[in-house]
């Protein structure tokens, strides 16, 4: 099963997010992708963050486990703390080399904490518990999402 992390960012009341037109199809997702074999959750989620956003991370908490199903599996998602860096991709990723074809857009954004909870975030399950839990406290424990609806992508 495919093992991907995600990062939970905020700054400035906005949360770090991807936004993404994938062939007409417009949506906000967490930044962050697959774990590479030879990497431990941790050094997935720094890479991932670089090459998606630009930035350096600290202090990452794991605290939801989405199971997204048997085709995206299981994404560990962390609530980590900005560090530093301008937001952009990283020329050498794959979602730049992918944004050159110009049908299938990634773009990393600040997002607006008070719109979050009438975004188009995807999934919306993971939506809602991210506004639950910024307006509560995230959990001590990771809290276990499990995705029952067709994602669409």
Same mark, same amino acid.
């Given at each position: ?15 770090? !997010?991807?936004?993404?037109?994938? =062939?007409?199809?417009?949506?906000? @997702? ?5 774990? /590479?074999?030879? /990497? ?7 890479? $991932? !963050?670089? $090459?998606?956003? @630009? ?7 794991? !605290? ?21 860096? $301008? !937001? ?6 794959? /979602?730049? #080399? ?8 990634? #773009? ?5 904490? #008070?719109?979050?909870?009438? &975004?188009?975030?995807?999934?919306? /399950? ?5 506004? $639950?839990?910024?307006? &509560? ?5 990771? =809290?276990?999402? #499990? ?5 669409? =992508?």
């Amino acid at each position: 099963m495919r093992i991907s992390v995600r990062a939970i960012i905020i700054k400035d009341s906005q949360i770090l !997010v991807m936004d993404r037109d994938k =062939f007409g199809f417009k949506y906000l @997702s967490l930044i962050g992708g697959g774990k /590479e074999a030879n /990497e431990t959750e941790i050094e997935a989620l720094h890479r $991932e !963050v670089w $090459e998606e956003a @630009s930035i350096k991370i600290a202090d990452p908490r794991l !605290v939801i486990i989405e199971d997204a199903g048997d085709v995206y599996g299981i994404q560990y998602i962390y609530l980590c703390t900005y560090l530093s860096g $301008e !937001v952009h991709l990283d020329e050498n990723s794959d /979602e730049a #080399k992918i944004n050159q074809a110009g049908k299938n857009l990634y #773009k990393p954004i600040w997002f607006p904490l #008070k719109d979050l909870p009438t &975004s188009n975030l995807l999934p919306i /399950e993971l939506r809602d518990l991210l506004v $639950e839990y910024i307006n &509560s406290g995230f959990p001590d424990q990771p =809290f276990n999402l #499990k995705i029952n609806q067709d994602r669409r =992508f």
